[in-house]
């Protein structure tokens, strides 16, 4: 049985799962759900309805798990607790800080719907999570550092264009290369948010917007940029659709540990990604996990589930037998 998915938002990470379900054999786009007039947004899948958000509790019954594509500054934290009434979800939230309550609110509409809602899936939070968790578990004795970039940040250059005045916008995320180096070192150099990256953003202002509200709003915005030195550069749109229109990232997780009965050996674990197209890779993160869900839901689960409560098995299409004959 094909795994019916509904896209809900469909900019550049709704178009990257749209993309990933065509790699997978056991998913099916069942509808994409939009904000916008339906009959103006183009797909790419022939014969797949385009739904307006407000009708998507008509489709419940045809859609098994919902993928949720908005941003995570004003769109996830009221759309997956609201989604998650109604569908089985999975969404990118990615504002560490707010995972906790994000949770909770997820939690108790999916509890009190019977759904399962996977939250915060994507590769940071999301894969270099368990890479925090494999450090942690084999490594006691030791420290965790994690670099981002050099790339856009698609939660931050969103929360950028949510400013008044602001018509576009690109955030890149740069890696401090001296501290990088003295972790790989194995100095266990303890790091402020600071130390660690700067960030540099590329603002399209409105004509006659107060380029200086928008530049302190940037760099005071609590949980985005206000623990990092920002740059702010004003640039028109020409510029910005020239040099920056990719979406490249990646970034570094390294675990620095000791082992021993005297701690006598060091180690380094390093895991690192490096993406050509930030959406389209953490779509297909998101594709994987919304197999999970449909796997969880299928056993009795219920509630609010990150990626440290999923078993690896359940993000692939592959049986335990194949899993055990050609991976393990």
């Known amino acids: 049985m094909s795994i019916r ?21 056991d998913l099916t786009l069942a509808a994409v759900f939009t904000r916008r007039d339906p009959a103006t947004l183009k797909i790419r899948t022939k014969g797949v309805p385009v739904v307006h ?21 004003t769109d996830l934290p009221v759309q997956t607790p609201a989604m998650a009434a109604l569908f089985h979800v999975v969404d990118s939230f990615d504002n560490h800080s707010k995972i906790p309550e994000h949770f909770a609110r997820v939690d108790a509409a999916a509890r009190t719907s019977g759904k399962v809602a996977m939250i915060s899936v994507g ?6 999570s368990l890479a925090r968790l494999m450090g942690n578990a084999v490594l ?10 050099k790339g856009v940040s698609q ?5 950028i264009r949510r400013i008044e005045g602001v018509l576009d916008a690109k ?24 130390e660690k990256h700067t960030r540099e953003c590329f603002v399209v202002a409105a004509e006659g917007a107060d380029r200086a509200r928008i530049e302190h709003e940037i760099k005071t915005m609590p949980a985005y940029f206000a623990d990092y030195d920002t740059t702010v550069h004003f640039i028109s749109a020409e510029e910005l659709k020239e040099k920056h229109s990719g979406i490249p990232h990646g970034g570094f997780v390294i675990r620095s540990g000791k082992t021993g009965l005297d701690l006598e050996h060091r180690h380094i674990v390093e895991y690192r990604l490096k993406l050509d197209s930030n959406p389209e ?28 409560d999923v078993p690896p098995a359940y993000l692939s299409p592959k049986s335990g037998e194949e899993l055990r004959r050609t991976l393990l």
């Open 123 to 128: 590769w940071d939070p999301g894969l270099f």
């Open 281 to 308: 890779f953490t779509s297909s993160v998101l594709v994987a996990y919304a197999r999970a869900a449909y796997r969880l839901a299928a056993e009795g689960a219920c509630g609010c589930k990150t990626v440290l």
């Open 53 to 73: 958000i407000d009708k998507a509790a008509e489709m419940a019954d045809r859609i098994d798990v919902m993928i949720l594509c908005g941003g995570s500054a």
């Open 155 to 159: 939660g931050h250059s969103d929360a």
């Open 5 to 25: 998915i509904g896209i809900y938002g469909y900019g550049n990470l709704g178009r990257g799962v749209e993309a990933a379900i065509r790699q997978n054999e």
């Open 140 to 149: 006691p004795d030791g420290k965790d550092y994690t670099f981002w970039g």
């Open 171 to 194: 955030q890149y995320t740069v890696p401090v290369e001296a501290a990088l180096e003295a972790v790989r070192a194995g100095k266990d150099p303890t790091l402020a948010t600071r």
